[in-house]
């Protein structure tokens, strides 16, 4: 049996905070180390900004889906929209890679999303949307739901 939950939420930039600190509630049952939680809010808020920048274009019209299950030790992140889409997910998977250049963004979203997670996965369609699925094993700490 796994435990899940699922947000949807305005793509506005104060929901960010609302995503990060809502899944770090929802994982804390697995009695998370420090670091974990902050790799995964880290990642969280990092797919969250990516959605309201690059998918809506800083248009609050718009929402995001976000998805967190728990199986085990594992932990399954969803991020949905209906955005954009990405061009090019190779390309912007590499690091210092930016659609947004003259905003001074960083190019490092999916860098530190690939690095604090064990997999990602990212399926995107020109003008549709994308759906960035990620996946991290804990430390097991104590029993939760198998």
């Given amino acids: 049996m796994k435990n899940q939950m699922r947000l949807e939420f305005s793509s506005v930039s104060e929901n960010e905070a609302f995503a990060r600190v809502a899944v770090a509630a929802f994982i804390s049952q697995l009695d998370p180390t420090l670091d974990e ?3 995964v809010k880290t990642v969280v808020s990092e797919a969250v900004t990516n959605a ?3 998918a809506y274009h800083n248009e609050p019209d718009h929402k995001i889906i976000l998805a967190c299950a728990i199986d085990g ?3 399954k992140l969803s991020i949905e929209d ?3 889409g990405i061009e090019d997910i190779d390309a912007a998977r590499e690091p210092l890679y930016t659609s947004k250049p003259e905003l001074e ?3 490092m979203g999916f860098t530190i ?4 997670m064990d997999a990602v996965d990212i399926t995107s ?3 549709k949307g994308t759906i960035l699925e990620m996946t991290k094993q ?3 700490t104590k029993t939760v739901y198998n």
């Fill in 37 to 39: 939680v902050t790799e």
């Fill in 52 to 54: 309201i920048i690059h």
């Fill in 73 to 75: 030790n594992e932990v």
């Fill in 82 to 84: 209906s955005g954009a």
């Fill in 105 to 107: 963004r960083s190019g």
């Fill in 113 to 116: 999303i690939e690095n604090f």
């Fill in 125 to 127: 369609q020109p003008g």
């Fill in 138 to 140: 804990f430390i097991k």
